[in-house]
């Protein structure tokens, strides 16, 4: 460890990164500029099928797949593979878009 570096529980009470309650309410969107260009990846998920190898290599253009869901059920949105809300896929100037319509918390996501 370099002299320089500080273990946690150098930090006084009254220092650090939580200190004042660990959060501050002044914060502002461009308290985040440092991340805004991290990468990340969005899936909104229709539905799922499951099925053998054989039976995906008989498909072909115009063949039906069946989903795990309903017409008009709420659509999974995974941020880096984590479900993180639900919602409706709308039509944007011709093309295909995903409106939000919950937030799934922490825990919420067994439903």
């Given at each position: 460890?370099?002299?320089?570096d500080?273990?946690?529980?150098?930090?006084?009470?009254?220092?650090?990164?939580?200190?004042?309650?660990g959060?501050d309410?002044?914060?502002?969107?461009?308290?985040?500029?440092?991340?805004?260009?991290?990468?990340v990846?969005?899936?909104?998920?229709?539905?799922?099928?499951?099925m053998?190898?054989a039976?995906?290599?008989?498909?072909?253009q115009?063949?039906?797949?069946?989903?795990d869901r309903?017409?008009?059920?709420?659509?999974?949105?995974?941020?880096?593979?984590?479900?993180?809300a639900?919602?409706?896929?709308?039509?944007v100037?011709e093309?295909?878009?995903?409106?939000?319509?919950?937030?799934?918390?922490?825990?919420?996501?067994?439903?």
């Amino acid at each position: 460890m370099a002299d320089d570096d500080l273990k946690l529980d150098e930090f006084g009470a009254d220092e650090g990164p939580l200190a004042e309650g660990g959060h501050d309410e002044d914060k502002t969107a461009t308290d985040l500029a440092t991340v805004f260009d991290v990468p990340v990846a969005i899936s909104a998920v229709l539905g799922r099928s499951s099925m053998t190898v054989a039976q995906l290599l008989q498909l072909s253009q115009g063949s039906i797949l069946e989903l795990d869901r309903k017409v008009g059920e709420a659509i999974d949105i995974y941020v880096n593979n984590r479900l993180v809300a639900r919602g409706e896929v709308v039509i944007v100037d011709e093309r295909l878009g995903v409106t939000m319509t919950e937030i799934i918390k922490d825990g919420d996501a067994a439903a």
